[in-house]
């Protein structure tokens, strides 16, 4: 499943640079994660890297939309043009 941003964000603006696939940007209140977009780093690191700079522990998986990792893998192919290691 992607990962989701909620209202204890404190738009502290570590998340965004650290995400691999441009999946953070700037919302009206709080910094927002596209679910098109995000992979929870599957196919660049080990671990979200957006999960491991926040300070104040906000970003937990949306289980609004649950995704194994083979499908998760499938749209790290699609938004890289790269194949599965």
């Not at 965004?16 to 999946?23: I, K």
């Not at 890297?49 to 499938?74: F, H, R, T």
């Amino acid at each position: 499943m992607s990962l989701i941003i909620t209202d204890e964000c404190i738009n502290c603006d570590v998340c965004e640079p650290e995400c691999p696939n441009e999946a953070i940007s700037q919302g009206e209140e709080i910094y927002v994660i596209d679910p098109n977009k995000c992979t929870e780093c599957v196919g660049h690191y080990d671990e979200p890297q957006c999960v491991q700079v926040c300070p104040v522990d906000c970003i937990p998986k949306d289980a609004g939309n649950v995704e194994s990792e083979d499908m998760l893998w499938v749209k790290y192919e699609k938004l890289t043009g790269n194949k599965r290691a």
